[in-house]
């Protein structure tokens, strides 16, 4: 998914989009009655290899009819996409009524305000046998701050350039570590680490059955002041970056001419 100041309307509420085929949309800029440019986005999602599609993505342009807090998320399920569905319509959910009565976030709001909302998203997923990465941003004035947890990654393409924003949650040393210190065996299939030979990253929501082992929700939370050249921010999961290089990534959107279009 993408996101870029271009045209959104400012009533528009949060929309999850179920996708059991391939699903493309988006909006183009828009102003508000102040004149503030609202940001816009274009989203794309499609089924690939698999019989049905676990993926969800939502956006929340506006939020609580504030033109400087825009959120948006994309949600890579596995072992069903119940998880998924679930996370992209509560996270949003939470992350609004927190932010009721604000009409801008800092840093150490941001901090805890998604170390809670994941936390407590995961903890209604209890029993639930799917997981789900969650890769979010939330953009507030001139404030830019990501929050994921799995596999899926931010990108900031700046001036043409891609600026990472997010490490992936795979079974590096630290985080293999900790999943080994909970009983988590660690094995190698077809190349590729994972938890008790399934599971190949170390945090995600849901994934009850892992929890045990050291899977936690806890997310990643970065910032970034939004600067002049921040063209688009892209959300993907690695159903896109297993295959397209961030610098290319950034190239395709500095071709287009709105994020709706992307």
């Known amino acids: 998914m993408l996101t870029r100041a271009l045209r959104v309307p400012c009533h528009a509420h949060t929309r999850p989009f179920q996708c059991q085929e391939d699903r493309t949309g988006g909006d183009p800029v828009n102003y508000n009655e102040n004149g503030e440019c609202i940001f816009g986005y274009g989203y794309h999602v499609t089924r690939g290899r698999r019989p049905a599609n ?5 956006v929340t342009p506006c939020m609580n009819g504030n033109s400087s807090l825009n959120f948006y998320g994309v949600y890579d399920g596995h072992s069903g996409d119940q998880a998924a569905e679930f996370a992209s319509a509560e996270i949003p959910s939470l992350v609004s009524k927190a932010l009721k009565l604000k009409t801008e976030v800092n840093e150490m709001e941001a901090l805890e305000l998604f170390d809670s909302t994941f936390k407590a998203c995961d903890s209604q997923l209890q029993g639930v046998e799917a997981g789900t990465t969650a890769c979010t941003a939330l953009v507030s004035r001139e404030m830019l701050f990501v929050a994921s947890t799995g596999d899926s990654q931010a990108v900031l393409c700046r001036q043409g350039s891609p ?11 630290r985080e293999r570590r900790r999943v080994e210190s909970q009983g988590g065996k660690i094995q190698n299939v077809d190349g590729v680490d994972r938890i008790n030979g399934v599971l190949n990253m170390s945090r995600a929501l849901g994934d009850c059955a892992f929890k045990q082992f050291g899977v936690i929700p806890d997310p990643s939370v970065v910032s970034r002041q939004l600067l002049k050249g921040d063209d688009f921010l892209l959300l993907a999961t690695d159903g896109l970056w297993n295959f397209v290089s961030p610098p290319r990534a950034c190239q395709v959107m500095a071709s287009v001419r709105s994020a709706a279009e992307a």
């Open 54 to 58: 676990e993926d969800r993505v939502s």
């Open 163 to 173: 600026v990472l924003l997010n490490t992936p949650h795979k079974l590096t040393d």
